[in-house]
């Protein structure tokens, strides 16, 4: 039953925003921490920022430290990444992940392609 969706991803410009949204379902939503993931091709899958359940803290690669934002929204069960001055090398494949009763579960990935 535990399942997240992901949107908000699209082609966008250099310089431009996104923001990414994950809804999950099938667990307790706001008591699990949330993190957003990205993998290009040929690149490995990279963390690139998470928020903890328990008082909203986060974390940051430092390749989008002051660009990014994570929040997440419990009334509505959904994690938010608010994407700002978006480079080319953004681009890739975004995914959230949570893990409840002791399983990972990821979304289905959602693309941002960053071009001219």
């Known amino acids: 039953q535990v399942q997240l969706v992901e949107s908000g991803g699209g082609l966008v410009q250099p310089g431009g925003s996104l923001r990414l949204s994950c809804t999950a379902s099938g667990f307790i939503f706001s008591v699990y921490g949330m993190r957003w993931y990205r993998q290009a091709p040929g690149k490995e899958r990279e963390l690139v920022a998470r928020?903890?359940?328990?008082?909203?803290?986060?974390n940051y690669a430092d390749s989008v430290k002051g660009r990014f934002t994570i929040s997440r929204d419990n009334a509505k069960n959904t994690v938010y990444l608010q994407m700002n001055s978006l480079k080319v090398e953004d681009t890739a494949v975004y995914f959230c992940y949570g893990r409840a009763k002791f399983v990972d579960y990821w979304g289905q990935g959602t693309q941002v392609t960053v071009s001219s």
């Open positions: 928020i903890t359940g328990a008082d909203g803290s986060t």
